[in-house]
């Protein structure tokens, strides 16, 4: 799994190399996050992550594209003890949404998001269903960069999203999020 997290990395950053000529302020990101997930279950508290690449297209300059995978499993996972036998919970997704960012005076900007979502429903040790729906997003951060150069940013914010077919999987997320741009 992790082996193919960092061949995923890789290829984006190569292709973002590639490919400054036809996009404007390529970034790539991570975060981390906790909130709840849910298929045909209660809602079950969640801990996971999330990588992305982001850009903006030749032809626009107002919204920015984001395609990101997002990993979210059950809190009880990551704690102390046996393990032998039990089943985790857990939520594949992947998302590609469109971002507005407002910028203000000091290095404080907001984005909000909204785009599609292909999420792998994993609530139960018999269900592994793929599920299309939507996502929408909502973030405040600080840009350390200057004037729109090489540099990070940091964020904090919320992520919901749900399907509409099958299980009706969703998911609510609080994240921490770093992105570099190049």
Avoid: C
């Avoid at 997002?70 to 985790?88: A, C, D, I």
């Amino acid at each position: 799994m992790i082996r193919k997290i960092l061949l995923t990395i890789i290829l984006l950053f190569n292709l973002s190399t590639l490919t400054k000529a036809q996009i404007q302020s390529p970034s790539l990101g991570g975060s981390l996050h906790i909130g709840s997930i849910m298929g045909n279950s209660p809602s079950i508290s969640s801990l996971g992550g999330s990588f992305f690449f982001d850009f903006y297209p030749w032809f626009e300059n107002v919204v920015s594209f984001r395609a990101s995978f997002t990993y979210s499993q059950m809190v009880e996972k990551f704690l102390p003890g046996n393990r032998s036998g039990k089943y985790y919970s857990f939520l594949k997704i992947y998302s590609l949404k469109g971002f507005f960012r407002q910028n203000f005076p000091s290095q404080v900007f907001l984005e909000e998001g909204a785009g599609l979502i292909y999420l792998n429903d994993r609530t139960f040790s018999d269900v592994n269903i793929w599920e299309v729906g939507v996502g929408f997003s909502a973030l405040a951060g600080y840009d350390f960069r200057k004037n729109n150069l090489d540099g990070f940013s940091l964020s904090l914010g919320i992520d919901y999203g749900v399907t509409f077919t099958q299980t009706t999987a969703s998911y609510f997320l609080v994240f921490l999020q770093s992105q570099y741009y190049f």
